[in-house]
T-cell receptor
Framework: RKEVEQDPGPFNVPEGATVAFNCTYS??????FFWYRQDCRKEPKLLMS???SGNEDGRFTAQLNRASQYISLLIRDSKLSDSATYLC???????????FGSGTRLLVRP | EAGVTQFPSHSVIEKGQTVTLRCDPI?????LYWYRRVMGKEIKFLLH????????ESGMPNNRFLAERTGGTYSTLKVQPAELEDSGVYFC?????????????FGSGTQLSVL
C-alpha cells in the first residue's frame, strides 16, 4: 500500500466549476500536510500547507481529517491556469523528508 | 534572488556510463534535498544534507549513487554505473531551516535517460 494515495484523474471540468480532490495517508504519525502543484515538465511548487482547523487561500480551501487520515483540496471558480497536477504531500516530525502522492491531474476546459 | 538551479537539465547516457548531476541551492539555505521521480511513480526522497553533513540518506537506492556537498554549498549526485532503471527526473530542493512547516524550494530538475 502506498503511503499517500490519490486518485490520478484526470478531472476534466469547465471553467468556473468547483472541483475537489481527496488524498489519504497511511501513517498516523504524519504531522505536516501540504498540497503542491506541478505543471507539465516543471518542478513541484508549494500551493498551500494544510492545517488541522482547515485553511483557505483565495479560491483554494484545504481540509485535514486526522481521524480518517485524509486531506482534501477544494478549488472554486476554476480557471484555465489551474490545469496542472496536484500533489498531496505529508511529512512526519521524526523525519524532514516529504512523502508524495502520485498526483491528481486537473484539466480545466474553456 | 536566484532559485534552486540544477545542471544539466537533460542528460542522455548509455547503460554503464557515469553521470554527475549538480544542484545549487538558494544562497543561505543549509538544508538540501535530492528527490527522484521515475516514470509512472511518485516523487521519492533520496537524501537530505544539513550543510555538508548527510542527515538522512535512507532513500538512496543502492551504492551506485553517491551524493556530496563539500563546503556546504552546492551538491552533486553521481550515478556510477548507470542502469536503465535510473532513468527519471532528479529534483533538488533547499530550505532555510528544518521546521515542520518549512517551505522547500525545488529546482526544475534533471531529466536523466539511460539507454
Amino acid at each position: 500500500r502506498k503511503e499517500v494515495e490519490q486518485d490520478p484523474g484526470p478531472f476534466n471540468v469547465p471553467e468556473g466549476a468547483t472541483v475537489a480532490f481527496n488524498c489519504t495517508y497511511s501513517n498516523s504519525a504524519s504531522q505536516s500536510f501540504f498540497w503542491y502543484r506541478q505543471d507539465c515538465r516543471k518542478e513541484p511548487k508549494l500551493l498551500m500547507s494544510v492545517y488541522s482547523s482547515g485553511n483557505e487561500d483565495g479560491r483554494f480551501t484545504a481540509q485535514l481529517n486526522r481521524a480518517s487520515q485524509y486531506i482534501s483540496l477544494l478549488i472554486r471558480d476554476s480557471k484555465l491556469s489551474d490545469s496542472a497536477t496536484y500533489l498531496c504531500v505529508v511529512r512526519m516530525d521524526s523525519s524532514y523528508k516529504l512523502i508524495f502522492g502520485s498526483g491528481t491531474r486537473l484539466l480545466v476546459r474553456p | 534572488e536566484a532559485g534552486v538551479t540544477q545542471f544539466p537539465s537533460h542528460s542522455v547516457i548509455e547503460k554503464g556510463q557515469t553521470v554527475t548531476l549538480r544542484c545549487d541551492p538558494i544562497s543561505g539555505h543549509d538544508n538540501l534535498y535530492w528527490y527522484r521521480r521515475v516514470m509512472g511513480k511518485e516523487i521519492k526522497f533520496l537524501l537530505h544534507f544539513v550543510k555538508e553533513s548527510k542527515q538522512d540518506e535512507s532513500g538512496m537506492p543502492n551504492n551506485r549513487f553517491l551524493a556530496e556537498r563539500t563546503g556546504g554549498t552546492y551538491s552533486t549526485l553521481k550515478v556510477q554505473p548507470a542502469e536503465l532503471e535510473d532513468s527519471g527526473v532528479y529534483f533538488c530542493a533547499s530550505s532555510q531551516s528544518q521546521g515542520a512547516g518549512e517551505k522547500l524550494f525545488f529546482g526544475s530538475g534533471t531529466q536523466l535517460s539511460v539507454l
